[in-house]
């Protein structure tokens, strides 16, 4: 069973989505400890209602970002964390966070990144006139949404799509990704071979066109 911590700062619906999987016995891991940086975080309640052991570190209770950081870092490590897990955790971690858990902090985004990086990504997203968008979960490294991929789920933008209704979509395929991304690490299938990550076993290269081919 993978040990996981799970980094959040809001409404936890990703948390949700590993709580469930987890309930369901689709995924082997447990989530050793939620550390939220909100106590307004709805992803609180979450983990009441589903016995999930949950911290509130609040950096406003640090006097510097290493300390705040190193807070959070001592926490995961005291449960036995091996995989963290960054779910909508709205904050940039240091080098130094990284490199207690090397290669074991993920993230995901709701973009195809290097796509549209940072807040408001479904936006951006929609602004552009991508014709597809999506979601990735990434290795977190020191640069920001920009770490390598582990997987992406493509969704295509339709033209009367605003950022809410896009970010909808998208978040469908969040749930899917991210459980799928940590069961990866729990049967130990993920090699990280600099940029490139590869998945032991697992089958690649499905196509989509966004507005479809027709015939010409
Ligand atoms: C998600 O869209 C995630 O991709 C982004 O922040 C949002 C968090 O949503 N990093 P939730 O808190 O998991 O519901």
Redesign the pocket.
Same mark, same amino acid.
């Given at each position: 069973m993978l040990k996981i911590g799970v980094l959040?700062?809001?409404?936890?619906? $990703?948390?949700?989505?590993l709580i469930d999987n987890i309930e369901r016995g689709t995924l082997q891991a447990s989530i050793e400890l939620v550390v939220s940086d909100n106590p307004k975080?709805?992803?609180i309640e979450r983990c009441k209602k589903h016995g999930v052991r949950c911290e509130v570190i609040r950096r406003k209770e640090y006097p510097t970002k290493e300390d705040f950081e190193e807070a959070i870092a001592r926490s995961l490590q005291s449960k036995g964390v091996e995989l963290v897990v960054?779910?909508?955790?709205?904050r940039i971690l240091s080098k130094r966070f990284l490199s207690y858990f090397p290669e074991r902090v993920i $993230?995901?985004?709701?973009s195809l990144i290097p796509a549209f990086q940072g807040l408001h990504?479904?936006k951006q997203a929609v602004d552009f006139g991508a014709k597809f968008s999506g979601?990735t979960v990434h290795i977190v490294d020191e640069s920001v949404d920009a770490g390598p991929i582990i997987i992406q789920a493509v969704v295509p933008v339709l033209p009367e799509d605003d950022e809410d209704s896009l970010?909808e979509r998208?978040?469908k395929f969040?749930h899917r990704i991210l459980p799928q991304s940590v069961q990866w690490f729990a049967e130990g299938r993920v090699k990280v071979q600099g940029r490139r990550v590869l998945i032991a076993g697992a089958k690649y290269g499905e196509l989509p066109v966004n507005p479809a081919l027709e015939k010409f």
């Open positions: 959040v700062s809001g409404r936890g619906s $990703n948390l949700q989505a975080a709805y992803a960054l779910a909508g955790f709205m $993230n995901i985004h709701p990504a479904q979601c970010s998208i978040l969040e």
